[in-house]
């Protein structure tokens, strides 16, 4: 997906609810499993991102540029959300349960083919946070410790998925 695009589809979201906009900005930002991004309650946000991943329960810490967490901030106080609720909340009044997953793929995959886009989905924000990673270091294996992936031919999957290249070669 064009840089371009990553940026569209993130516009796009957002004019459907601001939730969308930055859950799409986030994952690309992150890289974090759609199932853990949906967790996301405001104090898990400091200097840093602070979580342990629901997968493989490794503890992710990463620091967001302070342009990001402004954009959080913001999005907090417009919600009004307490420490406790979740960023990502449901849409029914209960804001002590995240959006589903599967609402989460639909709104992206919906917005993607309004757009002329296929084969885009929640995963893809991962997908997108492992190319740019690759492009900017070109070492396999930094990618592959960074996504968390037990095997290489995992992370390969992700970048030929996106950069369509066979990387096998080079």
């Given at each position: 997906m064009a840089p371009g695009k990553v940026s569209e589809m993130g516009h796009n979201l957002g004019i459907h609810h601001t939730r969308y906009g930055l859950l799409w900005d986030?994952?690309?930002?992150?890289?974090?499993?759609?199932?853990?991004?949906?967790?996301?309650?405001?104090?898990?946000?400091?200097?840093?991102?602070?979580?342990?991943?629901?997968?493989?329960?490794?503890?992710?810490?990463?620091?967001?540029?302070?342009?990001f967490l402004k954009k959080i901030d913001k999005y907090v106080d417009f919600y009004k959300l307490r420490a406790d609720e979740f960023i990502f909340f449901s849409s029914d009044p209960n804001r002590y349960r995240p959006m589903s997953?599967?609402?989460?793929?639909?709104?992206?995959?919906?917005?993607?083919?309004e757009m002329g886009l296929e084969f885009i989905g929640a995963h893809s924000m991962r997908k997108i946070y492992a190319c740019?990673?690759?492009?900017?270091?070109?070492?396999?294996?930094?990618?592959?410790?960074?996504?968390?992936?037990?095997?290489?031919?995992?992370?390969?999957?992700?970048?030929?998925?996106?950069?369509?290249?066979?990387?096998?070669?080079?």
């Open positions: 986030l994952g690309v930002e992150t890289g974090l499993r759609i199932g853990d991004l949906l967790t996301l309650r405001p104090q898990d946000f400091g200097p840093q991102i602070s979580l342990v991943q629901a997968k493989n329960g490794q503890r992710y810490v990463s620091k967001l540029s302070g342009s997953r599967q609402w989460a793929h639909r709104i992206i995959a919906r917005t993607a083919s740019r990673l690759f492009l900017k270091n070109r070492a396999l294996k930094c990618v592959q410790d960074e996504m968390g992936h037990k095997y290489s031919s995992t992370t390969l999957i992700y970048l030929q998925d996106l950069l369509g290249e066979d990387l096998r070669a080079g």
